[in-house]
Each structure stands twice: as C-alpha cells, then as structure tokens.
C-alpha cells in the first residue's frame, strides 16, 4: 500500500519519490486522491461541460506524469498540482471556440423539504452556477479555487502565479459582478 493516501489535502513525499521513480501504483494513488478536484474546477470552469472536463481532467495528468520531476517541493503538491490545472484550463479556454453555459450541473446537497422548495433551491443554485460560469475568467477562477477548493489566498497565488494583493483584488471585483449577476434573485 502506498503511504499517504488517507491525507486528501496532501500527499506524502514517498509517493512523490514512488511517481518520480515511475512507480505506477503512485500515479494510480494520485490520481484516485486528485481525480475529483481536478475535475470540479474543470467542470465549473466550462460551463458544466463533462466532456471539456473530462478532457482537461487527462490532460492533467499526463501532464503530471511526466512532469513529476519538475516539482521541486518549494510548495505543496496540492498547490502545484492546482497551477497544472489552472494552465489546462486557460489553454483550453484559449483553444475553445464560445460555449453556451450549462444549466445541468448536479446538485448534491439532499436536504429535505416540498417538491416547490426543492425546485425553487435547484433553480437558485442553476442561477448561481451560469452566473459564476459567465464570469470572465480572470474572475471565475479565483473563485473556484476559493470557494470550491477553499485555497487560502497564498495557495491561490501559488496556483495562479500572482501576487496575494491580484488575488484579493480579483476576488473583490468577482463578488462584485457575481452579485450584479445575481441581483435579479433578491
């Protein structure tokens, strides 16, 4: 058994050292550990578009794979692992020609309640998912990585090669047009 896979919010520097010594179990235990997160940012960061998700998702990791060597350990793993997935999703956003904002994204939570008060929640979460989908994406991503992968901001600057102070800003300025998006909820 690899050591480390109970940790979700880091790996161990065994299966670090396993993957750059091409160990396959050590791939194979990083990607059941990063598989889902990778995904979610990519999903949300698409629109709700699996297979755009799906894509950057491989991409990730075959980018991981062999570039293993090049993560030196100054940061987390978690953290470089999210700058991998930040450059996927820019590329792919470079590469993709305009895409319509999918209303499909699942909705997990189970909370109990009437038919109404479930529609009227699917609803509101469907409107808050295309608002932050139309976010530009300097915008869209800082608040992924806040909000849906609770990066601290110092992880995020990591993660998106800026300063702590763009990441503040950007965020600032993404709840502000997040909520003229949404006023129409009120």
């Known amino acids: 058994m690899v050591a480390g896979l109970g940790d979700l919010d880091e790996i161990s520097a065994d299966i670090i050292e396993s993957c750059r010594r091409g160990d396959r179990d050590a791939f194979h235990a990083l990607y059941e550990i990063y598989k889902d997160k990778v995904y979610s940012i990519a999903l949300y960061f698409f629109h709700g578009d699996a297979s755009a998700a799906s894509d950057i998702t491989q991409q990730v990791f075959l980018k991981l794979i062999r570039g293993i060597t090049q993560f030196r350990g100054e940061s987390g793993f978690s953290t470089w692992l999210y700058r991998l997935v930040v450059n996927a999703c820019m590329d792919g956003a470079r590469r993709a020609k305009p895409r319509e904002i999918a209303a499909d994204i699942p909705d997990t939570r189970s909370e109990p309640g ?21 976010l530009p994406v300097k915008f869209r991503l800082p608040m992924l990585l806040r909000y849906f992968e ?37």
């Not at 038919?115 to 989908?133: G, I, K, P, T």
């Open 114 to 134: 009437s038919q109404e008060e479930d529609f009227a929640r699917r609803q509101r979460a469907q409107s808050v998912q295309a608002a932050l989908s139309a």
């Open 150 to 186: 609770d990066l601290s901001y110092e992880e995020m600057a990591r993660a998106m090669g800026c300063s702590m102070g763009t990441v503040a800003s950007r965020l600032s300025r993404g709840h502000r047009m997040l909520a003229q998006k949404l006023e129409s909820l009120r």
